[in-house]
């Protein structure tokens, strides 16, 4: 008997280029509700490098961390839910 792992759909709510590091782009998802997020790194190897980011993802609840603060919280969840109104989840954002 084959077990289904739980998985939760994070949309895409901020896009960052890390202050540390050249040619790293942070990507945070974030669950509708705000509640939860998803960071995600990426490298940019060279210039013709064209991996799409998408409108959203689907990850293990173990890999979401928690949204503590309650501006963010609403934000992300403004943001995550209009994401979700306008865009199909693979969709290259």
């Known amino acids: 008997m084959s ?3 739980e998985t939760v759909r994070v949309w895409l709510v901020e896009r960052t280029y890390s202050d540390d590091e050249q040619n790293l782009i942070i990507l945070v998802y ?3 509700d705000g509640e939860r997020y998803f ?3 990426r ?3 060279s210039s013709t490098d064209d991996r799409p980011t998408t409108a959203a993802v689907t990850v293990a609840p173990s ?3 928690a949204v503590d603060d309650p501006e963010l919280r609403e934000q992300y969840a403004t943001e995550a839910s209009r ?3 306008v ?3 693979d969709d290259a954002i």
């Open 3 to 5: 077990e289904r792992s």
């Open 30 to 32: 974030a669950t509708p």
């Open 39 to 41: 960071r995600k790194e």
């Open 43 to 45: 490298a940019l190897t």
């Open 63 to 65: 890999n979401l961390g």
């Open 83 to 85: 994401m979700a109104e």
């Open 87 to 89: 865009h199909e989840p």
